[in-house]
């Protein structure tokens, strides 16, 4: 099993960017789809974005199409979330997943999470 830890998040107001990573160990992500969800206070855990093996195929949420960017980088093991013009509503904790076989597209079937890093809102 890969082990995933995210980092980047961070305080963050209307409009602004961010760019989230997540790190995998223990074994090579080359053959993993991954993909990135997000949790906020009281709420399920949704879907955000992913992208198969070798990065030519991505999906996304239809709440950040236009304004995320989800790119990997096999040869440093990372998976990134770029995130733009950020929204009150994006305020979440933001998971990296990772599974063998399917594109992500919601929780059932992955088989690994990370910890989560916390996008906090600047009001």
């Known amino acids: 099993q890969v082990l995933l830890v995210e980092s980047g998040g961070g305080l963050v107001q209307a409009g602004g960017s961010l760019l989230l990573f997540c790190e995998a160990s223990?074994?090579?992500?080359?053959?993993?789809?991954m993909g990135w969800f997000r949790q906020a206070p009281g709420t399920v855990r949704d879907f955000v974005a992913s992208?198969?093996?070798?990065?030519?195929?991505?999906d996304y949420a239809n709440f950040v199409k236009g304004r995320f960017t989800i790119s990997r980088d096999n040869t440093k093991n990372t998976v990134y979330l770029q995130m733009n013009n950020l929204k009150p509503e994006s305020t979440a904790v933001y998971y990296c997943?990772?599974?063998?076989?399917?594109?992500?597209?919601?929780?059932?079937?992955?088989?690994?999470w990370g910890q989560g890093t916390q996008v906090p809102f600047s009001a």
């Open positions: 223990g074994r090579t992500i080359r053959t993993y789809y």
């Open positions: 997943a990772a599974n063998i076989g399917r594109l992500i597209t919601s929780t059932a079937g992955v088989d690994s």
């Open positions: 992208i198969i093996g070798l990065g030519f195929t991505t």
